[in-house]
């Protein structure tokens, strides 16, 4: 927060644009600053007062007597640019600009937004906004703000920050936090981000010792990889991120799947960074809600085994369902709880997992009972969390039971949730309780499955963040020799199959035995083994199969020599301007399952490495998972883990094993060079990657540089 | 509601079990009654008492001097049969056995199920439970309830009736949906169900005029299919039946997907019944809120294509990519749209999908304005129905803005719906024009986007409604000879793949040119074509392929005879008890697609037909479809059409389509082959079924009739 402390507390703020209107952006800003006692200066500006609210009001930003830290401008976006120099004058650190009418209205405020930011670089003044909702500190009264942050109601103080790209439904978000108890730290709405962007932004917060999560709304993004960044020092700092991606459909078509690239969206690049860095994705607003809920408890699982009591049967078997779906698993109790459990619940109770002690025992007659309950599975080593069902549990038996929670849930770290569904009217005082003993309650079963399930990914995140650190930046200092290929030194466009094979055979990647010939007389015929593939070798023709340049399945001589002749026709008829190097004839791979591994390289993302199942599963499954490079064994092994194909990797039907430890060291050896060569390289394919019993072998490869113009 | 109208609408009801304890089950009806007014006559029953509550309090029922309605029990267990014993001997039509001890809590109380079921059944007396919260009928202050359903808050008078297995959650989906203001018909808690079920409730329920939309909590059914046809008469009745299914992970083992009884689980079976009878499956508390509002709204629309405005974009994106998701498409304009939209909507704003109109658009100055564009919308002939985001707007904007929708909204049929972030206490009184315009109004874009899905959906069932019924219900009077195989007369057990395809092909599925032989000598080799499958036949051997009976690939006579022999070999060795009739020599096919299809006959679904991906495909997609027998062509279509492998079959990567209406013929047929023999098959399997480009061809079959013992 260091370098934006004089953005989120400023000693002193100018409002340009106060109106007698009230409906104006800049008297919005100076009402809300007045209503919620900021204790700063604040210095109206607007020629036509001399006052406003009581306070001397100044005709310009430069009449201003003392030091200003923020200027906020609600000025219609002709003015802007003159407030801007007067403020770069004055050296004011930061803009607020309100005001709509830049670059997402067209031509002329493209170039207005391009001045006013070469105004505000020159003079050494960072710009949020424009077109934005502007900014709030909620534990200071700092409002750099109009619109909806400025309306009642008025947020409690609290250890969450929002940033949003949309100030309309990002405050959506925080609203419905308000509701639910929530309190805020920093309220962000950044619109154009023409200097100031979300990413930024978020590296701030980690710095506020007062913000202790994070919730952003992101449409889009310049810079992907600096969202991974930030993600990862947000995880090592123990402060959980939590982003929703807004435009997650419009991918464009993933109709042709022959290459990586078709088979993923930007959408896959922004889930591949949220795993990496331990992000975790919402897409509803209760989610936001909810999994706040759960990290302001600050008690995490210590794995995925969970226990569920209640009275309800109902309850319990809907948060069976909805765990299971979230990857919980029903912790097995030991004996010892079960018999723990045996002396204090009713005989036509269960005191298997789920426990049920039967309608009407979380009562204040029963309390002692049920805090032994309780704390029998909390004592189970089996058990990493527990999720009381409170259901309809209503009035003192409510307030009953929320005492017994409260005075158990401190003495360990395990968490405990409660799903209740009744109105808060009618708790008995219960939810104050709950709540200051950090026990979050949840409006459905399935709500609270979930938060528990964002616990445990929380946590094992955070287990592993350490470790994928550490490889992840190791890579450039230990860069083996064939990830420096000679041949990519000079190469541009696309390279020929033989030339890409080469540098995966350099760096350590299996390949099919091939021969590149000119006619069947070339073929060392008796030292290889039928069928053959035959694909014209040429570095203009990157879609062979499109112009007749592949057949499959040669198993003659002569049908070998009849098709060296006609891929060789097929180039110089439907390709004639392509140089042709040759024809490669290589032996088939037969057994194993088709993989397609590969490398994008993103222009938000940088390099991305992606494997999916291949051949025909490739148009069904759409079966792909993806990483941001360079990255480590265990994630390679993630990723694989992923796929829906998965299973058939260990084996099928009696079918062997296939080598899945080769596929991972291929994907980490992939993610090092698309690293090492990410100003040079814009793609790599294998297609088909044959994952065998013993390997995994390139059957194919095409590697397209990047053009000069886009090489960084 | 005919032959329950005395249970609902009581004149007189019983309360065996009241006392001065106020919490037992007893004093808690006979309170509720008071507490809401109930109009018909109240007889508490306890000999310790000579008066209740001011009422004349009875030593037994016997001693009830007026005819009784309802008797509620409440005393335990133990005491029950002798209450149903007295009220069996006056004729009490109805008991609402609140007490638990019953099936649910073992051996003894099993037996006492049973003989309080024998009392009743022969005195006529219908049993609601036992081990029941009960039931309320809210119009009219009848509660023959205790716990939850007896507590504040009172439910609303409304449209809607609960039926559920669960208390405890059921009840609380009610609180939910109170608390979002909608109002209640009849709430039902069935517990053990020992006599009257959910279904028969169901089906009672349409017959109320007073219930127009339903909600059920289901854990389990005895029987399937009845739900099948209450939710059909509920989609022809326009009575939206919403169902949540408990208990949908407990689907025991999917690991060997080589049959398609294993294909599937129970659950499947529900979702193909929700699916045939045009029933609302929901899996969150919310959901049941959220369609509930979409349904009350009674305006339908016509088709998928929304229309989205508002001045929040990214509200408008997050609508987009959830909408996409549930299966709504973004409708484009007509230019006329456009230009009316172009008049009233600011330049910086877009009149393209979605309708960005500005924020701040909605206010009661720009009323006119407002109303112009929501009607340009709407009266677009490619819209079918128009969100509008409100977001964050509050006050008197977000009461004008309602005021507008308000008017319009009644005009025509299409709906609309809101989303609105703003706290009920900001929205300037919106929230009851918005009610009163038949307005729902949902508190994130997802759930308004899933919402509008389901009355999508619903009004497409309903469409097809009829049509299914029509051809669903014809089939027993036009069969065909093929339905009623004489093989099939005397068969017992597993049949041989030999009798399994002769009674696919006497129904008209094709099959593989096979023979059946002894030996190499009897194969006609010259006649056939290679490749050839070789396997033994037997129907003692089930799973051919474990005992190593089946040969495939084989191209060669030499190679035939050496595979013959094995298999042979191989079944003496491995199935010794097994009776062998010899090896089926069958020309392979290839090309095409192995689908897997089958019947299973259902314990509780009787007998459902199920469609998949075959092969290595079933392990790795579980990608199944299924529908309860029998059905039409169009469902048919349906079926396939839900495969995540149905690309496959249009084609891909140029090779040719394969002919979708074989398999669809396959399917309608094997549903008529499965209904016309419900009581002799218990199974059905076609692994593989070949889609081919020309036809459908089953390459393996195995029947399985029922046993004597199941056969109905």
Redesign the interface.
Known sequence: MKHFERLFNPRSIAVVGVSEDAVRPGSQTVHTLLRNGYAGRIYPVNPKYPQFEGMKCYPSVEAIEGEVDVVVIGVPARGVVAVIEQAAAKRVPFAVVLS??FR??GPEGITRQARMLAVAREAGMRIVGPNCLGLANIHDGVYAAF??IT???QLRKGAVSLV?????????IA??C??AGIGFRNVIATGNEADIDTVEFLDALLDDDQTRIIVA?I?GLANGRALLEVGRRALAAGKPLLV?K?????QGAHAAASHTANLTGSYDFYQAAFRQAGIVEI????EAVDYIKAFESRRFPAGRKVAVM??????A??F??AG??AGLMLAGFTDETKRKLARVVPD?GAVHNPVDF??GYIAGGNAENFGTAVQAVLDDENVDAVCL?F??T??PACHAGAEVLARIAPTGGKPIVVFL???P??CGDALPVFEAAGIPVF?????AAKALAVLADYAQAQARAGRELTSAFSVDEDIGQGLRPALLRNAVGALSEADSKGILEGMGIAVTRDVLVRCIDDVPFDTMTPPFAVKVVSADIAHKTEIGGVKLNVRTRDELAAAIDEVLVNARSLAPQARVDGVIVSEMLSGGFELIAGVVNDVVFGPVVVVGAGG?HA???ADTACRLAPFDEATARDMIDEL?????LDG??GSAALDVGAIVRTLVTLSQFAWHNRHRVAELDINPLFALPGGAVAADALIVMRSRSDAV
Do not use: K, M
Request: proline residues 8%; hydrophobic residues 30%; negative net charge.
């Open positions: 709509g009418g997402e209205s619109g909806s309306r009642p109601p949003t790209q949309s100030g309309g439904f990002g405050y959506s609203l419905a308000a509701a709304y449409e929703w807004g435009g997650v459909t419009e897409r509803e607003i209760h209640g009275g309800s049967g109902g309850s078997i809907v069976a369902d299971e779906h036509i039967t309608a069902n259901a309809t209503a009035g569904s009744t109105p009217s009618e409006p459905s079963p399935v709500r025909i148009e069904i499954l829906r194909c998965r299973p058939i099928v039907r």
